[in-house]
């Protein structure tokens, strides 16, 4: 098993021209999971929230380039789990899910 961070997806999908990595073969209780997005949310409202009020966010530990792109909104989720079988093996009680991605979100 691998371990991979946001801004490490990021910088991979930006090096290789991609969108979005989208993977499967992991049961989603949901059918389907957008990595980091809760994450990246609390993160900017937390610093948004402090630039809104006049407050300097403390991004003493963040390094630039991550900061450059973690304030980035993006149309699709950095990595995205996709898992189409319901009910895996009878046992997980799982939903299941399909992708489908409109032109429009493709096309800059």
Not at 24 to 44: D, N, P
Request: glycine share 6%; charged share 25%.
């Amino acid at each position: 098993s691998v371990s991979f961070g946001y801004a490490a997806a990021v910088e991979f999908l930006n090096k290789n021209d991609l969108l979005c990595v989208i993977r499967a073969h992991a049961v989603q209780e949901g059918g389907y999971y957008r990595h980091f997005e809760e994450v990246l949310r609390h993160c900017r409202k937390e610093i948004f929230a402090k630039i809104d009020a006049g407050e300097a966010p403390d991004l003493n530990d963040v390094p630039n380039h991550i900061w450059d792109i973690i304030k980035v909104e993006r149309s699709l989720p950095a990595v995205m789990t996709v898992f189409s079988a319901p009910n895996y093996c009878g046992r997980f009680g799982n939903k299941g899910a399909i992708l489908t991605i409109e032109r429009d979100i493709l096309e800059p």
